[in-house]
């Protein structure tokens, strides 16, 4: 007599289904450069948003820190905010005033002084990968330059 050897049964709450829901979701809830954008204009001042970027560098970059998600990317910001904040608000001395007079004139740089803000969204992501990742960013980040 020969014995059959049966497949192993799957746990009966698992569904083709079910592993299809799994898979779109992970597919739906992975990081794009338009989600960059979004969690940055939801996150951060209105005022931030003065520089023009399609944010392919800034996802390959969360993306290798394992920032692979909408929400892990708003978790990221949300956790930072504050200081992101306070950095940006902090006076320049007079001789990055003097630089950047110079380099992108005056009226550009008396509404920066005025409002308190000094970084595009791009540069508050950056900086707030340098807070969660600190020296590991900051060596990641000097080999691409």
């Known amino acids: ?21 799994t898979l779109k979701r992970i597919v739906l809830n992975k990081l794009t450069t338009e989600d960059i954008y979004a969690a940055l204009l939801q996150t951060l001042p209105e005022q931030n948003d003065f520089y023009i970027n399609d944010y392919g560098e ?9 920032i ?3 929400s892990a990317l ?15 608000a902090e006076e320049l001395d007079n001789f ?11 009226d550009y740089v008396n ?14 992501l950056r900086i707030a990968m340098e807070l969660e990742f600190g020296e590991k960013y900051v060596k990641y980040a000097n080999r691409k330059k």
Request: charged share 40%.
């Open 74 to 88: 708003n978790d990221l910001i949300v956790k930072h905010r504050e200081t992101l904040l306070g950095i940006d």
């Open 111 to 124: 509404d920066r002084i005025k409002n308190k803000f000094w970084f595009s969204y791009t540069a508050l």
């Open 96 to 106: 990055h005033i003097k630089y950047y007079k110079k380099e992108y004139g005056d």
């Open 1 to 21: 007599m020969c014995s059959e050897t049966r497949p192993k049964e799957r746990p009966q709450n698992f569904s083709d289904e079910a592993e299809d829901k």
């Open 68 to 70: 692979a998600t909408k």
């Open 58 to 66: 800034e996802l390959e970059e969360l993306l290798y820190f394992g």
